[in-house]
């Protein structure tokens, strides 16, 4: 009777032991992942606290941790003139990207709900532009926005950006339609439904996540571009990234200053991001890999 | 095109009648003719007229219309040491920072596949630096990071006893690829996460009950499994990692010397600050079909994901 209770005991003790060590080692698995998460993300933490910074603190060694938080440098930044660098951003961006949601759904569906002989082709030819250098075609973009009178035009930027993230929109959409459920089709046809219901009742409600991380994932390329808007924009059509450059040759290098610049610059894309990483991890694996 | 297009619809199965076969396939294919047409008239015409204006002598900042010289650029173009520096940088860039993004990238998908305390916080922060602009990243790791004097860098190296080191101008390239490398690592690790937890639970439990270790258990079920999300990953980062213009710009403008000058910036040098119209479209032109040449070799051999999708059609 003892003996059995004994036995009882160590097999309990025996059963417990690894569930320690195994929570034991999830801490430490744990602690190592937090430990990389900081050092990843230290130099994010470290532009926005620079940014409320003065000027005086933001040059100090060893690094000042506490001061006297300020707004100062925003508005310095502010009234250097930076809302039309970022409305400009904003209209390039909004624009381009409901351009490329508005070629790319028909096209990747077309690509994949009724394939098309050379379908494989076709999507090859897409990705494929995306390998190709953007900078070997900058000679002519350029000549060419010349002679029409469109350098430093917003309208041009668009263009450009919206051919620039048509592959990877034509790409994701596709790995997205290929995961609407046939049988919703079938069924669908069965009972009677036109392209037109079977478009807007069955196909577009199962792929709207994969439109907003396509559109996400296209809005970040466009808002953060920065080779053809710093060569064919100067002062009307010029971009945040553009504004970041000239904001550094004009005033010097003023770290607090730069700072709160590059966090406005980034914020948008930033929260965006935050919010809707599902659909960020979503729209990279892209699905085409299932 | 139309006449081939057509014979192949005829073996699509399921279907009724060449003529109505005909007219459907090409239906099918409307909605995806915006896009080609966008796509080859802003993108491909523009290659076509690279090769053309690679053929001429123009320097838009002297005067004296454009005139044909037939390949003297090329010729320029392979006596020029600065070309070959060109493409060992770019070669060293695109490699060294895909190569440590993607390691590294592992290594945090590994970590964050694992439940831990605060881990959906963790993943927020760690998506962080490929959310931030590329140009205010390379600006901010010029200066608040690898300053000499202020810099992060310099405060912790210090810690361990280290000098500080003047990084952007003694270590340029590592500068330059430290930047690109804290950017795309996120996307490096959100790529490999997607693919960790898309592996089915239920062999993995499996492997751990026939006592398999956490080593032989990752090395022969784990990545046989990423290895399709590797790919996609070192892919789409080098397609964009090849192009790198902000970090170099912004960081070390090529320099000192040339000692970061890698195509895309040379490239934009000689056609925005040497006005050479014909020696850039020239460079371009190499760029190009290097680029071909190395993408074809990678996608026949190493890549899958295409061929992978050949044998799924």
Redesign the interface.
Same mark, same amino acid.
């Given at each position: 009777m003892a003996t059995v209770a004994a036995n009882a005991r160590t097999q309990r003790a025996g059963r417990r032991r690894p569930r320690i060590r195994q929570r034991l080692t999830? #801490?430490a698995? +744990?602690t190592?992942?937090?430990f990389? &998460?900081i050092i990843?993300?230290?130099? $994010?933490f470290? /532009?926005i606290l620079?940014s409320f910074k003065p000027e005086s603190a933001?040059?100090?060694?060893?690094?000042q941790f506490a001061f006297h938080p300020t707004l100062n440098e925003y508005k310095q930044v502010f009234s250097a003139g930076m809302g039309p660098f970022l409305a400009n951003s904003a209209i390039a961006t909004v624009i381009s990207v409901l351009l490329v949601l508005a070629?790319?759904t028909?096209?990747a569906? *077309?690509?994949s709900m009724?394939?098309?002989?050379?379908?494989?082709d076709?999507?090859?030819?897409?990705i494929? &532009?995306? /390998?190709?250098? $953007? #900078?070997?075609?900058?000679?002519?973009?350029? !000549? *060419?926005v010349r002679d029409i009178g469109m350098l430093d035009s917003i309208p041009t930027l668009i $263009?450009?950006y919206?051919?620039m993230n048509?592959?990877i929109a034509?790409w994701m959409m596709r790995s997205f339609f290929l995961e609407v459920p046939g049988e919703m089709l079938e069924a669908a046809r069965i009972d009677g439904a036109d392209l037109r219901h079977e478009l807007t009742e069955v196909v577009l409600p199962t792929v709207a996540p994969g439109l907003a991380a396509t559109a996400l994932i296209c809005a970040?390329f466009a808002?953060?571009e920065?080779?053809f808007a710093?060569?064919l924009t100067s002062i009307r059509a010029a971009t /945040?990234?553009v504004f970041?450059?000239g904001f550094?040759t004009s005033e010097g !290098?003023y770290?607090a200053k730069?700072?709160a610049?590059?966090t406005l610059?980034?914020v948008p894309?930033?929260i965006? +991001?935050?919010i809707a990483?599902r659909q960020? #991890?979503?729209g990279?694996? /892209?699905g085409?890999?299932? | 095109m139309a006449t081939v297009t057509a014979g192949k619809a005829v073996h699509l199965p399921g279907a009724r009648g060449q003529g109505r076969r005909t007219s459907e396939s090409w239906l099918r294919r409307i909605p995806l003719l915006p896009a080609l047409l966008f796509t080859i008239l802003i993108t491909q015409i523009p290659f076509l007229l690279t090769i053309y204006y690679s053929l001429q002598s123009w320097n838009i900042a002297k005067p004296g219309s454009p005139h044909w010289v037939g390949l003297n650029n090329y010729g320029a173009v392979f006596s020029d040491p600065v070309f070959y520096a060109a493409v060992l940088h770019t070669i060293e860039i695109t490699f060294g920072s895909v190569l440590i993004a993607t390691l590294l990238g592992l290594g945090l998908a590994l970590l964050l596949d694992r439940k831990f305390l605060g881990r959906g916080l963790a993943r927020t922060l760690l998506i962080s630096p490929f959310l931030i602009m590329p140009a205010a990243a390379a600006l901010l790791w010029k200066t608040t990071m690898l300053d000499p004097v202020y810099g992060i860098v310099n405060w912790v190296i210090g810690w361990f006893g280290f000098a500080p080191v003047a990084f952007t101008t003694s270590q340029p390239l590592a500068s330059v690829i430290a930047t690109v490398v804290w950017q795309w690592t996120p996307f490096e690790m959100l790529i490999l996460l997607a693919g960790l937890q898309s592996q089915p639970r239920d062999v993995l439990e499996a492997a751990r009950v026939d006592g398999a270790s956490a080593w032989s258990t990752f090395r022969e079920l784990t990545l046989p499994h990423l290895r399709s999300y590797l790919e996609l990953g070192v892919l789409l980062g080098a397609i964009y990692v090849v192009n790198t213009f902000d970090a170099i710009y912004m960081i070390t403008q090529g320099g000192p010397g040339t000692a970061t000058t890698n195509l895309p910036f040379y490239i934009y040098q000689r056609a925005f600050e040497g006005f050479d119209i014909g020696q850039a479209a020239a460079l371009g032109v190499v760029t190009v079909v290097g680029t071909i040449i190395v993408a074809t070799i990678a996608l026949r051999t190493v890549f899958q994901v295409f061929i992978e999708n050949e044998a799924r059609a």
């Open positions: 999830g #801490v698995w +744990g190592v992942a937090w990389a &998460t990843f993300f230290f130099p $994010v470290w /532009m620079t933001a040059y100090s060694n060893p690094p070629l790319a028909p096209a569906y *077309a690509l009724r394939p098309i002989a050379h379908w494989r076709a999507l090859f030819f897409f494929s &532009t995306k /390998m190709l250098p $953007v #900078v070997a075609a900058i000679v002519p973009i350029y !000549l *060419a $263009v450009l919206t051919a048509l592959p034509v970040i808002w953060n920065f080779f710093l060569n /945040m990234p970041l450059v550094v !290098l770290w730069l700072a610049a590059a610059a980034s894309v930033l965006a +991001g935050w990483q960020l #991890v979503r990279l694996s /892209m085409a890999i299932k | -």
